[in-house]
């Protein structure tokens, strides 16, 4: 059974625009990664935010992290036409780490 | 350091043939770890090793053997091909258990008639 789920499914912006892609998960985690998966291509690891921290930040990315609401936000500001991709998070409570759905991301140049 | 390696990177196999999917990763990796990914499924976990000589189930293991018998290689057996595994696999690795960052081989995909 997945343990993430991305919101939303698909997402389509204008270069330029911010986008922002949702996880929420139902059990307890120590972290939370995103990915990226371009068409045709294996997952490309973007970033890994642990369950004591907020928020973390790299390059055009920033991630927030809410165990309470048991939560995570991806935001990619100034989006560009090369971030059009699927976007998964994935959580891990043990051993394993466990795969949302994606969120199909098309920014239209 | 080339990474993950998959081959193939396509295959086609009639109902009831047998074939391995062969992974490798020179970053000296404990971790070893088989998915499969479907149209609006994700990637689920078929089989993960933590290192040379264990290995262990997944969220879909059936249907599909793995072995560990060095820390480079982790190679997927189809016994019998099913159309139901027509799908696209992926194998990834990491240095420590499979909760940190993964690193994912460029996939093989497989089409079974």
């Known amino acids: 059974s997945q343990q993430g789920e991305e919101d939303p499914q698909a997402l389509s912006i204008q270069e330029g625009e911010n986008a922002t892609m949702n996880c929420s998960y139902k059990t307890s985690i120590n972290n939370l990664q995103w990915y990226r998966q371009n068409s045709g291509r294996g997952l490309v690891h973007l970033i890994l935010i642990r369950s004591n921290e907020r928020e973390k930040h790299s390059g055009r990315l920033r991630v927030t992290l809410d165990t309470s609401k048991k939560s995570s936000s991806l935001l990619i500001t100034a989006s560009r036409a090369a971030d059009t991709a699927s976007y998964f998070c994935?959580?891990?409570?043990?051993?394993?780490?466990?795969f949302g759905k994606g969120t199909k991301l098309t920014v239209n140049p | 350091n080339a990474g993950v390696t998959q081959t193939p990177k396509f295959q086609v196999l009639k109902t009831g043939q047998s074939m391995t999917l062969q992974c490798a990763q020179d970053?000296?990796?404990?971790?070893m770890s088989w998915y499969r990914q479907d149209p609006g499924m994700g990637l689920r976990l078929i089989h993960y090793?933590?290192?040379?000589?264990?290995?262990d189930q997944g969220e879909v293991p059936n249907g599909y053997n793995v072995s560990r018998s060095t820390t480079e290689d982790f190679p997927l057996r189809l016994l019998s091909a099913a159309p139901s595994q027509t799908s696209v696999y992926f194998c990834?690795?990491?240095?420590?258990?499979?909760?940190?960052?993964?690193?994912f081989g460029p996939g093989t995909r497989l089409l079974v008639l």
């Open positions: 994935a959580t891990d409570g043990s051993e394993k780490l466990v």
């Open positions: 970053m000296n990796h404990e971790y």
């Open positions: 990834a690795s990491s240095g420590q258990l499979g909760g940190e960052t993964q690193y």
């Open positions: 090793s933590v290192g040379a000589g264990i290995t």
